[in-house]
């Protein structure tokens, strides 16, 4: 068991930038594979960013890739999302979901434990 609580999200102009964090606590966290989704309003929650557990392998949804970047620090237990170059499309509430171990998965199924979420609103 994991429990997963986001921070950092709030206000900003395009163009502007954001940090999100994840602060997990439970089962160790370094073996666990982490993930941001989004949701918009009416819209079906879509994945974002992972990162793997064992290598530290990344993925990126073509619609954020060269604008957002994830990382981890295993010592503070905290996965983090970098967002640059902000769009109104960006607009959603971000979630944090983890899975122990295993592959980097697109499909929100996947993944066994998720934050609360935290509110990124852009506007033009």
């Known amino acids: 068991q994991v429990q997963l609580v986001e921070s950092g999200g709030g206000l900003v102009q395009a163009g502007g930038s954001l940090r999100l964090s994840c602060a997990a606590s439970?089962?160790?966290?370094?073996?666990?594979?982490m993930t941001w989704f989004r949701q918009a309003p009416g819209k079906d929650r879509e994945f974002v960013a992972g990162?793997?557990?064992?290598?530290?392998?990344?993925y990126y949804a073509d619609s954020v890739k060269g604008r957002f970047t994830i990382s981890r620090d295993n010592a503070k237990s905290t996965v983090y999302l970098q967002m640059n170059s902000l769009k109104p499309e960006d607009t959603a509430v971000y979630y944090c979901?983890?899975?122990?171990?295993?592959?980097?998965?697109?499909?929100?199924?996947?993944?066994?434990?998720w934050g609360q979420g935290t509110q990124v609103t852009v506007s033009s």
């Open positions: 979901a983890a899975k122990y171990t295993g592959s980097l998965s697109v499909a929100e199924s996947s993944y066994n434990y």
């Open positions: 439970g089962r160790t966290f370094s073996r666990y594979t």
């Open positions: 990162i793997r557990w064992s290598d530290g392998n990344i």
